[in-house]
Each structure stands twice: as C-alpha cells, then as structure tokens.
C-alpha cells in the first residue's frame, strides 16, 4: 500500500528556518525533506503539509485536525503545543488532554500516528527558561504515543540540536541543517532508506563574552522586540498565512 502522508502542526513542521523560495510558502523544512525520500522509494506516495506557524494548539485542532482526517492519511505527522509552553503560562494538564484527544481520533482511523518531543535547549538562555515544561510535555507525550500506538520522534534525545549553528538566526526555528536532521530521524523511525546525511560541522567556535553580548543585543533587536510587539497587539505570524500543500498530491 503506497503512504499518504498528512503533516499537521505549526512552523516546526511548516518548515520556517529553512528557507527556499523554490517551496512554497518559502521555506522547506524537515517533512518536505522527508517527503523527497519518500516518493522516490514509491511511485504512489501522497503528500499534504497543514502546518502554519505561529498556531497555538488549540488553532492547530481546530483548523488542521478535521481537513486531515478528511484526506485520509495511512500516515501522520502531529507536533503543536510549542507556542503555548513559550506563553507567560500554560496549564499544560489541559493542553495535553486536548492533544490526546486528537491523537486519539488519528489514531482511530486506523493511520500510524507520528509525534515529537520537543528539543532540549539546556544551552540556550531563551529555551532553558522553559526547559522544566518541555520536559513535562515529553513525558505526556512518550506517555500517550505508548498508550494509543504512536510512534516518537525523540528531539529531546537528540543532542545534535543543542547545537546553536543547526538553528536559525531567530533562535525559535531550526534552519536548514537542523531541519536535516529532523528528517533523518524521521525517516530511520520508520525504518525508510534514504539519501540524507549527518552534517559534520565540526568544533563549536570560542565567543567570547563581548562577542555574545553583541550577538544577543542584536537578536533582541531583530527578533525578539517584534514577537512581543506582535503578542502585545494580539497578532501572529501566521495570521496571514495559508497551509503550503493543502491537499494530499503526489511530490513534486
């Protein structure tokens, strides 16, 4: 039986970091990575991305979850929840409640569910403040794959990603070696033959404290006072922006 492949989630799965203006939306990202090396091992495969960034978890369900279902997909990527745990606070009891249930009815269909933990970002001072939630939200998460079949694209285990220079310059979103890397691990969980490769970048560079400090004035400059302007004015990234392949297509 040739995979339909369904992607829901926000910009993690929609790709942003990754930039490719050949894409659409602009970006590429792990699941179109994946993609590439899953219809050149079948000629049937069939490909839909949801995924908009910027959704909280809530958007991801009520927008994503009954067009997926629709499409009739053998196989499915779920990852939301990512923006909710960065909010000032987060009851993440009810968040993962919510997930579950969604799991669940993917589940149901008969399709293989596939889920992620969110990476460990003990080196970055953004990520380390909320290092205490993800870790929560992974267990719910290796908890209710267990509990209804899903398989679990471990990023927390994925040390790699600690990495700064696998994400892009905004610190919130991988680039295109993280992305990669993502895809790799992807597809070695489902045990599909591919061409991908590790990316050996070598030693992390010495910065010294003035160098960070440029660096992080700098970021907040360019990154973070416009997150919280948009926050403030009830706005979002993804406000304005339509799922990349909406409807379940061969690649290409």
Known sequence: MSTRLVSLGDSFTEGVGDDDPSFPNGVRGWA?????????????????NLAVRGKLLRQVLAEQLDRALALGP???????????????????????????????????????????????????????????????????????????????????????????????????HLNALGHNEVAIAFLDLLGVPHKLAHTDIGPKPVVSPRERRAANLQWSREHALPWVRRRLRGESSGDHVLPKRPDLVAWG
């Open 74 to 172: 053998n196989l499915v990527t779920l990852y939301a929840g990512g923006n909710d745990l960065i909010r000032p606070s987060v009851d993440i009891d009810a968040l993962m409640d919510r997930y579950e249930d969604a799991i669940v009815r993917l589940a149901d269909t008969g399709a293989q569910v596939v889920l992620f933990t969110g990476v460990d970002g003990v080196e970055d001072g953004l990520f380390r403040k909320v290092r205490g939630r993800v870790a929560i939200f992974n267990e719910f998460t290796r908890i209710i794959a267990a509990r209804r079949g899903a398989l679990v694209v471990d990023m927390f285990a994925m040390r790699q990603l600690r990495d700064r220079r696998l994400w892009a310059p905004d610190r919130l």
């Open 32 to 48: 179109d990575r994946a993609a590439e090396q899953l219809a050149a091992h079948d000629p049937g495969f069939r490909y839909a």
